[in-house]
């Protein structure tokens, strides 16, 4: 919900064709089409908008999008902002509340961004780029679990573990073990590689029971 104190600077916002609003919102008139804050085309001033936090929202009110401001393009910006963010580990350093302020959205507004773009949360998609990091460097590195812990982004060697644990059903240094007995035979190397995480960690137990 908005509330009028933000209805009043969208509509300013709009009149202004201010840019700092663009992805923040997207308004619809009534010909069924939507736009991004500073489209360029003449707004009749007495005109009533409907408002839109993300492109998905508007399209599923059955608006389209403008062929002047091309509001979908910009969401697909933000949302390709968000994850290049994530992926610089913006998330571990600050939180999901500090990359919404770096990008100068709100916090719900940046997780309604991701949503549509990915169907999942921005911290879920964190915790499979620390755990892939995590993976890669305990198979492939020599490097102490406490160092793989911190250089994939996770804050203590205890949050590495209880994640990790959870994820894949066995501990690092069991993953790793498993890892290093199987590098003897290529084929189930290779096998191991194209499997899920989870699925990976699974036959990682398999293998060290037997
Ligand atoms: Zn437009």
Known sequence: MT????????YRAILKRDKRYDGKFYFAKTTGVYCRASCPALHPREQRYTFFDTVSQAKASGYRACMRCHPDALQTDL???????????????????????????????????????TGTSPTNIN????????????????????????????????????????AFSVSPGQLRKASRHSTKDTSTTLALGKLSGRLLGRVSLKQLSS
């Open 3 to 10: 509330t009028v104190g933000d209805e009043l600077a969208r």
């Open 79 to 117: 949302s390709l902002e968000i994850l290049d963010k994530i992926d610089a580990g913006v998330i571990n350093d600050s939180g999901v509340h500090g990359l919404a302020d770096l990008l100068h959205i709100s916090e719900r507004h940046l997780r309604r961004v991701v949503h549509d773009a």
């Open 127 to 166: 915790q499979v780029r620390r755990l892939t990091a995590a993976k890669r460097l305990l198979v492939q590195t020599k490097l102490p679990i406490i160092d793989v812990a911190f250089r994939a982004g996770f804050s203590s060697l205890r949050q590495f573990n209880d994640v990790f644990k959870h």
